[in-house]
């Protein structure tokens, strides 16, 4: 199982997008803990960045939200970045 760590940074950015989009909390939420489970698993659809954010990597909430993460598998640590739009986090 990975470890979640959220900064003071994300959660701010997190609670605009939320406030912005209650929607999409129930799917957020689920995201959020198959990436504890599973970071690999198929639907989350997670890809390494390239460029500027080649370190990051991306999962997919929906067709049009993406969850910027910082993924460290050797110390199964999962450190959440950016959470928006495709055209906000790239």
């Given at each position: 199982?990975?470890?979640?760590?959220?900064?003071?940074?994300?959660?701010?950015?997190?609670?605009?997008?939320?406030?912005?989009?209650?929607?999409?909390?129930?799917?957020?939420?689920?995201v959020?803990?198959?990436?504890?489970?599973?970071?690999?698993?198929?639907?989350?659809?997670?890809?390494?960045?390239?460029?500027?954010?080649k370190?990051?990597?991306s999962?997919?909430?929906?067709?049009?939200?993406?969850?910027?993460?910082?993924?460290?598998i050797n110390?199964?640590?999962?450190?959440?970045?950016?959470?928006?739009?495709?055209k906000?986090?790239?």
């Amino acid at each position: 199982m990975y470890s979640l760590i959220f900064t003071e940074s994300y959660v701010k950015r997190e609670i605009r997008f939320l406030k912005k989009h209650p929607d999409i909390i129930e799917r957020y939420k689920k995201v959020l803990s198959l990436l504890e489970l599973n970071p690999l698993h198929p639907s989350l659809r997670l890809h390494k960045l390239k460029g500027k954010q080649k370190e990051l990597y991306s999962v997919s909430l929906s067709i049009q939200y993406r969850l910027v993460i910082i993924l460290l598998i050797n110390k199964k640590r999962i450190i959440p970045v950016d959470v928006g739009t495709h055209k906000e986090v790239y």
